[in-house]
Nanobody
Framework: QVQLVESGGGLVQPGGSLRLSCAAS????????MNWYRQAPGKRRELVAG???????RYANSVKGRFTISRDNAKNTVYLQMNSLKPEDTAVYYC????????????????WGRGTQVTVSS
């Protein structure tokens, strides 16, 4: 069974930084795209950043220039470095990945972590 576990959330002041991590574990054959989403209270879940298996990245306009997504394929881990944080970045951040398991390598599935809370407040 594949699992995604996020870490690194917390409370930070405006202008501060946080680094989120998400590690995938289980019987993994391959990992394609890995993404970070977020959901603020009363709002829809939105894509924050994504990275392909070859390192191509994309970002929401609201975080461009402030957030950086990266991955370590050897560790099956994706990171989100968040700088110049704003109160509007407050949300639960979710890791998402397209993963093929050992016993079904031809049919990858979409997996989600449980989320980690990020609160930006003075």
């Amino acid at each position: 069974q594949v699992q995604l576990v996020e870490s690194g959330g917390g409370l930070v002041q405006p202008g501060g930084s946080l680094r989120l991590s998400c590690a995938a574990s289980g019987s993994i054959f391959s990992i394609n795209a890995m993404n970070w989403y977020r959901q603020a209270p009363g709002k829809r879940r939105e894509l924050v950043a994504g990275i392909t298996s070859t390192g191509s990245t994309r970002y929401a306009n609201s975080v461009k220039g402030r957030f950086t997504i990266s991955r370590d394929n050897a560790k099956n881990t994706v990171y989100l470095q968040m700088n110049s944080l704003k109160p509007e970045d407050t949300a639960v951040y979710y890791c998402n990945a397209d993963i093929a398991e050992d016993n079904s390598w031809w049919a990858p599935n979409d997996y989600w972590g449980r989320g980690t809370q990020v609160t930006v407040s003075s």
